[in-house]
């Protein structure tokens, strides 16, 4: 703890005394019997010894200024010591005028130093203030360190605040005029008709029931494309009838990708019957491709050109979209990258298939571009764990990108 | 309302209590056939004969003792300390035994007792005969501790302590003996544990308890004059602490001053201290200051004997700093 060091009586009658000469400067430290500074008194010029050890941190009456017996000469402790709150206390009337007003911008200065540093930084430890104070500040929205503390050591205290108007959210400046809005569109309600009803209905209790994990893998399609490309030279197939068909013939080794749950049982389907989900103006419905392992891909394009063209005018029948094994969902034409779908019961697992992209990837040490294709499995684990549905996406990820793998 | 003493104010308590209740009785060295050593039981021996009022041997613990035993056998005793400096004879009877008693029988027992007599500093009496001892009691559990600064309140509470059922340290002052007051005729009792808020003020809060309300009322009046607006809390009781009256000024003034004549470390100042940052925390403008003796043993020269403890200037000083003038 920093001290101050006073002015002694050197000699019986001494009632004051002339500082002659500082021996130990500000920040020099000092022992016991040191001679801290050499003072004038009444009769003679005697020293006065230090009766402790320290370092001066602050002198106070400087060379050739007069203190009276019992009025600090200087502050001392340990260096780096904080004196601010001695410092302030040295408001007394004394005879240094000059060394007061020293004093006091000693503070100043310091209190200068904390906001400067504060505004910077923003760090309100570091700004001395009152619990009152801190109070006000905050329900008045003032930024204290806009605020000069007339406390010890610049300490902000009530009266430094509570005149301080009340101050509104900080204000940005944002170059715009308001407009006022007059008028706004009318809300549009639309009575639930029965397919959105059902929809609802279906997909909550498939989401609420069946719990969804997702995997997702990304496809190197180079080589579908390139097939599709020789073969469309001649037929115009749709990417929809190859995913459909080389799912299906990955499905045919993965039976437990294509089953449901039945009560307390778990049927693994002996048909591959896959739905393809198609927008409709109001809704969505599944057309299903029946037995698609075992129809080559121009049949499976032409009979999803005849159901999806039945989707789009709802003319399809009930036993063309229920009761389907296993459902695909293509939102590529959207430029959707990848997305997770909810499963379409009966079946217990659904593929979600993003867009064809171009997209560097890393092969043999080079960067390549390829035509990437994002697809994310949800399973219901209920039926399917983990690992079987890696295995299946593993399979179908190499079976897309050597569609040959599809007629083993 | 009459103009009395606090040394009437405590001897019409005693009597008023004696005539009530036969089980009251008064005992102490020069209790009776001296009228007690600061007059404060003049004419009671007289009024109440040798069973009622008891001169006892020069032995604290002793009679502490008896008295303790009278209590738990359904007597009222009060039991007279010539100074509270030789109640720490009777330390162990008084913390070990009264304090102790009703809990350690499981309220088989009740300790209805008061020891009353000048506690702290007065003047020429040296270290040993100079101690503020309210710290040494109030930190007992079981032990209800009482300190007026007035003859109103010295009379009032006097007579709740004789009432209670529980062992009570009733503090006077030998320089207050002398101090005089108004005082009402007809009966009056003041409950134990309500501070009285001795000066209403927005400024700044003054805590004091005891003789240095003295000092603090002066200082108040000198503060005035220089537009500073103070409230002074009178504690009276020590234990139990009215807190709601302290928090309650704090929370008015956001500054506090606390003037204690004991020692500072663990005083009762210091709790207060706490009590005032620990719940009202964000309404304090500035430290809580404590006042008190310094902290050393009393010195026996008189000039060092009033530097030593609180005076109106050294409150006056702690005012103006809490308030940053």
Not at chain 1, 169 to 176: A, N, S, V
Not at chain 1, 294 to 311: H, M, P, R, V
Not at chain 2, 292 to 313: G, K
Request: proline share 5%; hydrophobic share 40%; glycine share 6%.
């Amino acid at each position: 703890m920093a001290e101050k060091l006073y002015m002694i009586a050197l000699s019986p009658t001494m009632e004051k005394g002339t500082i002659v000469k500082w021996n130990i400067k500000e920040n020099e430290s000092f022992t016991e019997g040191d001679v801290l500074c050499e003072v004038e008194t009444d009769k003679t010029t005697m020293d006065y010894e230090a009766t402790d050890e320290g370092t001066i941190l602050k002198i106070l009456v400087p060379e050739g200024g007069k203190a009276a017996v019992g009025e600090p000469i200087a502050i001392f402790g340990e260096p780096g010591e904080d004196i601010s709150d001695l410092l302030f206390e040295e408001k007394e009337e004394t005879e240094f005028v000059e060394e007061k007003t020293q004093t006091e911008k000693q503070v100043e200065t310091k209190n200068i130093n904390i906001s400067k540093d504060t505004s910077e930084n923003n760090d309100l430890d570091r700004i001395k203030i009152s619990p009152l104070a801190r109070k006000i500040a905050l329900m008045k929205n003032i930024d204290i360190s806009k605020i000069k503390g007339t406390g010890p050591g610049g300490r902000i205290v009530k009266r430094d605040v509570e005149n301080e108007p009340v101050q509104t959210t900080k204000e940005i400046k944002r170059d715009y005029v308001p407009i006022q809005v007059e008028t706004r569109d009318e809300d549009i309600v639309i009575p639930l008709s029965d397919k959105r009803r059902i929809i609802g209905e279906r997909l909550s209790q498939s989401k609420y029931t069946a719990p969804h994990f997702y995997l997702t893998v990304s496809v190197d399609m180079s080589n579908v494309l390139e097939n599709r490309k020789l073969l469309n030279k001649k037929y115009n197939l749709s990417l929809n009838a190859f995913i459909i068909k080389i799912v299906a013939n990955t499905l045919k080794k993965h039976r437990r990708i294509n089953a449901t749950l039945n009560n307390d049982s778990i049927i693994e389907f002996g048909r591959v019957d896959i739905a393809l989900a198609v927008a409709q103006e109001d809704g969505l419905i599944t057309p299903i491709v029946r037995n698609a392992d075992k129809k080559g891909i121009l049949q499976i394009d032409d009979e999803l050109k005849t159901l999806i063209d039945k989707a789009k005018n709802n003319k399809l029948d009930p036993e063309e979209y229920t009761n389907a094994t296993f459902t695909i969902s293509n939102l590529g034409s959207f430029g959707i990258d990848e997305f997770t779908a909810i499963i379409n019961p009966p079946g217990s697992a659904i593929l979600a298939v993003g867009m064809i992209k171009e997209t560097p990837v890393v092969e043999n040490g080079e960067i390549v571009i390829k035509p990437i294709m994002k697809m994310t499995l949800s399973s219901d684990h209920r039926v399917i764990d983990g690992a079987l549905a890696a295995a299946f996406m593993k399979d179908l990820k190499d079976t897309f990108e050597n569609p040959i793998l599809a007629i083993l | 309302m009459s103009i009395i003493t606090m040394r009437e104010a405590l001897r019409q308590a005693m009597d008023e209590e004696m005539a009530r209740d036969k089980n009251v009785l008064l005992m102490g060295e020069e209790v009776a056939q001296y009228n007690g050593a600061y007059k404060v039981s003049q004419g009671l021996y007289d009024k109440y004969g040798e069973k009622r009022v008891i001169d006892t041997p020069i032995t604290e613990n002793g009679f502490a003792g008896v008295g303790i035993g009278a209590a738990m056998a359904g007597l009222r005793p009060i039991v007279e300390f010539m100074t509270f400096n030789f109640a720490l004879q009777a330390f162990d009877q008084i913390v070990n035994n009264a304090a102790k008693m009703r809990y350690m029988s499981g309220g088989q027992f009740k300790v209805p007792i008061v020891f009353r007599g000048p506690n702290g500093p007065a003047e020429y009496l040296s270290s040993q005969h100079s101690q503020a001892t309210q710290t040494f009691f109030a930190h007992v559990p079981g032990l209800k501790v009482v300190a007026p600064g007035t003859p109103y309140d010295a009379k009032g509470l006097l007579k709740a302590a004789i009432r209670d059922d529980n062992p009570v340290i009733f503090l006077e002052s030998e320089l207050m003996y002398s101090w005089e007051g108004e005082v009402p005729e007809e009966e009056y009792i003041i409950d134990i544990g309500k501070a009285d808020v001795k000066k209403e003020g927005s400024d700044v809060t003054i805590i004091s308890y005891s003789k240095p309300l003295r000092y603090v009322m002066e200082s108040a009046e000198i503060l005035e004059k220089e537009g500073i607006n103070v409230e002074v809390v009178d504690l009276r009781s020590i234990r139990p602490l009215d807190e709601d009256t302290i928090l309650n000024s704090v929370k008015k003034t956001n500054r506090c001053v606390i003037v204690d004549e004991s020692w500072p470390f663990v005083s009762v100042a210091s709790h207060v201290g706490w009590l005032i940052s620990y719940k009202a925390f964000d309404y304090l403008d500035a430290p809580v200051e404590l006042v008190t003796s310094e902290d050393v043993p009393m010195p026996y020269n008189h000039n060092l004997e009033l530097a030593a403890q609180p005076s109106v200037d050294k409150i006056i000083k702690a005012v103006k700093k809490v308030m940053y003038i």
